[in-house]
């Protein structure tokens, strides 16, 4: 079993940034990819990035690309996703998951699940 939890959300403005982290415990993390989900009121969960355990390779979804930076410290057992340039509708409930697939199936299958955290972006 994996435990994951999220923090760093909050209310940030238009074009600012923030750091969003997922630690993990319980089994050993190095085994596990790392990836973020969002979930906005009213829409579907889509996936977010993804960050091999490695650190060596991460992926994006197309709304996020060039904005935001997903990263691994496998000391730590922390996964990290640094929004920058937010937008309005970044605005949702970001979820870090654990996945024993490659990071380019994460959106797909996925082993474990944070409980989520609010980001707010204010225009």
């Known amino acids: 079993q994996v435990q994951l939890v999220e923090s760093g959300g909050g209310v940030v403005q238009a074009g600012g940034s923030l750091r969003l982290s997922c630690a993990a415990s319980?089994?050993?993390?190095?085994?596990?990819?790392g990836g973020w989900f969002r979930q906005a009121p009213g829409k579907e969960r889509e996936f977010v990035a993804a960050?091999?355990?490695?650190?060596?390779?991460?992926y994006y979804a197309d709304s996020v690309k060039g904005r935001f930076i997903a990263s691994i410290d496998n000391a730590k057992n922390t996964v990290y996703l640094q929004m920058n340039k937010v937008k309005p509708e970044d605005t949702a409930v970001y979820s870090c998951?654990?996945?024993?697939?490659?990071?380019?199936?994460?959106?797909?299958?996925?082993?474990?699940w944070g409980q989520g955290t609010q980001v707010t972006v204010s225009s």
């Open positions: 960050v091999t355990w490695r650190g060596n390779s991460t």
């Open positions: 998951v654990a996945s024993r697939t490659s990071i380019w199936n994460i959106a797909t299958h996925q082993d474990y």
């Open positions: 319980g089994r050993t993390f190095s085994s596990y990819n």
